[in-house]
């Protein structure tokens, strides 16, 4: 029994008592008719939270599969994800659909894998950044203290974008009950959020969406002189293509990175440009990329994982094809905490669309972080 009927069958005994001490009373049959009321809603809600344990996750989830996305609300209560009522917005995707919905967005948007994920409540998200440190200095033990510099801060605000994705299904589809309807949506919804982030994070104008790290001015100037906001670059020594010695141009990006960051550096390029590195060789005829021995671990270049991305650009006159740096520490992404899911079967019947729409937000937080490989003379 509940918390909630232990005292719901209390209030009932109190009830019974006022009512044989005070017969025909109206307020306390008013009470009466109240209770069985909540008693009734609380019968046919169908909780969408797992708070109950994953007995209740799951069947709560069945009952947002078999209740909402099949049919409709058939009749039943569901939380209204915004403030407005029901009808103005969408409705909360339960916890454990959410989850498989990020871990499928996991496995194929990279950026988001190696980025630094941060859940917000609003688009109003902003971090703040310190250009360099406390000044000290010297003195004698009696010398007086002068008053040191303090670091500069920078306000970073990631342009935010609604992603959206529009899958559609019939209803027979719906009614039949060997067709999986949770697991179809999740991967429609997660190969259509992917598809938009990944080419977001990587190139994203930040108009209506995020802002890609490749979307930032880069220059060729080191850490101490460059401009905050732009990211560093090194040539590759010939116009779209390696120049001589291709792997000491590799190098130079590596340590073009300070050592701070280079612990939890990554790689980042897509497969055609990975497939020329793969065969580089150094002076003494080893292979530069080494290949993952376990499962589960990336393979390497000059001891750094790589990560595919398709949306990196191929090597081409002037194009950035190669980035490497401390994702965690030089880029944000910032999203709301739940999916929101509308069911619309009435714009284009027989059709039942469902309308998932999530706001992300991308940026680079520390231009220090990242580098980048501009293959020019």
């Keep these: 029994m509940t918390d909630y009927e232990v005292k719901a069958n209390a209030l009932e005994a109190v009830f019974e008592t006022a009512e044989a001490e005070a017969p ?4 306390v049959a008013e009470l009466k008719a109240e209770l069985a009321a909540i008693r009734q809603a609380m019968a046919v809600r169908p909780p969408l ?3 109950g344990g994953d007995a209740a996750g799951a069947e709560a989830r069945k009952a947002f599969v078999d ?3 099949r049919k409709g609300l058939a009749g039943g209560e569901v939380k209204a994800l915004v403030a407005a009522t029901g009808v103005d917005g969408g409705y909360a995707v339960p916890e454990a659909l959410d989850r498989s919905i990020e871990t499928v967005l996991r496995s194929v948007s990279p950026i988001r894998a190696i980025a630094n994920v941060v859940n917000v409540g609003s688009a109003n998200y902003r971090k703040l950044v310190t250009t360099g440190g406390f000044a000290s200095g010297w003195v004698a033990e009696i010398a007086a203290r002068p008053e040191t510099d303090t670091p500069d801060f920078i306000e970073i605000a990631p342009p935010f974008g609604e992603l ?5 299904a019939s209803q027979a589809m719906l009614d039949d009950a ?9 991967q429609e ?5 992917a598809k938009a982030e990944g080419a977001a994070f990587v190139a994203g104008t930040g108009v209506n969406r995020p802002k890609g790290f490749l979307a930032y001015p880069t220059d060729p100037a080191g850490d101490a002189t460059r401009a905050f906001g732009t990211l560093q670059h090194v040539v590759s020594g010939a116009v779209g293509a390696f120049g001589a010695n291709p792997e000491d141009r590799l190098i130079d990006l590596v340590h073009a990175l300070r050592p701070g960051y280079r612990q939890g550096a990554s790689w980042v390029m897509n497969s055609a440009t990975l497939a020329r590195l793969r065969k580089l060789k150094s002076a003494d005829g080893d292979f530069l990329w080494r290949p993952g021995l376990m499962e589960g671990q990336p393979a390497t270049l000059l001891g750094y994982p790589v990560v595919e991305a398709e949306d990196m650009p191929d090597i081409a006159a002037n194009a950035l094809a190669i ?8 880029y944000v992404i910032a999203e709301a905490a739940a999916t929101r899911i509308l ?4 714009s284009h019947k027989p059709f039942v669309h469902f309308y998932a729409t999530k706001r992300v937000g991308g940026a680079v937080v520390n231009s220090e972080a990242i580098k980048v490989m501009k293959f020019a003379a």
């Design 24 to 27: 025909g009373d109206g307020a």
């Design 49 to 51: 939270g797992s708070e």
């Design 67 to 69: 209740g909402y996305l």
């Design 164 to 168: 959206y994705a529009n899958p559609a």
């Design 178 to 186: 060997m067709f999986d309807v949770e697991a179809w949506l999740a």
């Design 189 to 193: 919804v997660a190969a259509e959020f």
């Design 323 to 330: 980035a490497f740096g401390n994702f965690r520490r030089g």
């Design 343 to 346: 069911r619309d079967p009435y």
